[in-house]
């Protein structure tokens, strides 16, 4: 996908998920929402989240946008996150009201308001997309290069089909 790709897909109202590392090393996934300012994510955790939690201890995560159906693009972004000591009410306004709509989030806040909360900023260390492609002409679904194992016979089909000499 292309940054503007990139850009336009994780400005959509979409779960994200966010694994993190527990004390014992076992991974952690959790779903939530989120916000995208182009460089960054922010999310906005309940204080007493167990992510939270291993957040402070260990700051690397790795969080995943998709979709389905088809065509399943995903995002992965490979980042730090740091509990930010900011004023987490707009953000959450901004998050809520993206996910939920105006008069239905208005309502969320009011009756959560007294409940503390934390902005969790995530800076990208890597991002990696995935966009499935069409369906070839031949039925066969094309697969990133990457992937395909060399000496194998979808390998050396990919390599006609490339050099052209097909």
Not at 82 to 100: Q, S
Request: glycine share 6%; with cysteine.
């Amino acid at each position: 996908m292309s940054e503007q790709q990139i850009e336009e897909f994780l400005r959509e109202s979409r779960v994200t998920r966010i694994a993190t590392v527990t004390e014992d090393g076992a991974p952690y996934v959790v779903p939530v929402v989120y916000e995208w300012d182009g460089k960054q994510m922010y999310l906005v955790a309940r204080k007493r989240a167990a992510w939270v939690r291993y957040i402070r201890r260990e700051p690397r995560v790795c969080v995943v946008t998709d979709e389905e159906p088809l065509p399943q693009r995903k995002v992965i972004i490979e980042g730090v996150a740091e509990i930010m000591d900011t004023d987490w009410v707009e953000i959450a306004r901004r998050i809520v009201t993206r996910y939920l709509g105006p008069s239905v989030s208005e309502k969320y806040l009011q009756g959560t308001l007294d409940q503390p909360r934390l902005v969790i900023r995530i800076t990208p260390r890597k991002i990696t997309t995935w966009h499935n492609p069409p369906q070839l002409a031949d039925g066969k679904q094309s697969w990133h290069h990457r992937y395909y194992e060399p000496g194998s016979r979808w390998y050396e089909e990919y390599q006609r089909e490339t050099s052209g000499r097909g």
